[in-house]
């Protein structure tokens, strides 16, 4: 991009944060509890300047091109599916009344415990060392359970693995298969779905076919959530 054209855009964005409600994320991905106490101040500060979103609010801002809350919203994202997103930020963001976004790692929560670290250590995914004395790194599938409806639950794919990187059958897997665990562990498909530093929904064809035939409504990628249905 040469620089009068990143001047173009920058301006661009600059208006519209000016004079457009826009919906911003803040993205978090392990969440230990020795930082509880900074996570509180930054959720709080959030709740004073935000309004939460859940899934029919973004639904109806990208259907309608009007934000209906008082203050602009703020998805906040956690990826991955870690234990500790349950045990930590789930507490705080309940108590400022925000909504948290699960971007889950299925094959992650798939995972024995005693296949956990493994998994982790496979597909770039970076627990805390002797975090939790029980080796469960992951969150749990009662633990979503218990999150479905207070919570937004979304698929980060199935194995965190750049989809651009993997023959059809594999692509297949992470984002069919993905929303087949969901349905499987919450007996529902999920909306939303975003892949590993994957580009945006229309820049890469066969992994686009496959995330609408798996019936999400949303896609998110680092620069842009786009609503599909």
Do not use: C
């Amino acid at each position: 991009m040469n620089p009068r054209s990143f001047q173009e855009r920058a301006a661009e964005v600059g208006n519209l944060l000016a004079t457009r409600p826009l919906v911003r994320t803040v993205n978090f991905h392990n969440t230990p509890r020795a930082r509880a106490s900074e996570y509180e101040r930054q959720v709080a500060q959030f709740a004073r300047q935000f309004s939460p979103v859940g899934e029919d609010d973004l639904d109806r801002y990208l259907q309608t091109g009007h934000w209906h809350r008082p203050k602009p919203g703020l998805i906040v994202a956690l990826y991955e599916g870690y234990r500790n997103h349950y045990d930590v930020m789930v507490p705080i963001l309940e108590r400022h009344g925000l909504v948290a976004w699960f971007f889950v790692i299925t094959g992650f929560v798939n995972a024995p415990v005693s296949g956990q670290w493994a998994f982790a250590e496979q597909h770039d995914i970076t627990p805390i060392p002797e975090e939790y004395p029980d080796g469960r790194i992951a969150l749990s599938w009662q633990e979503l359970r218990a999150l479905d409806g207070r919570h937004v639950l979304a698929s980060h794919a199935r194995t965190h693995t750049r989809l651009s990187s993997l023959d059809a059958a594999a692509m297949e897997g992470e984002v069919i298969g993905s929303q087949q665990d969901f349905e499987a562990g919450l007996g529902r498909p999920v909306r939303s779905f975003v892949s590993y530093a994957g580009p945006a929904y229309g820049e890469f064809a066969p992994a686009d076919r496959l995330v609408d035939r798996a019936g999400y409504q949303f896609v998110f990628s680092n620069y842009r959530i786009q609503r599909l249905r």
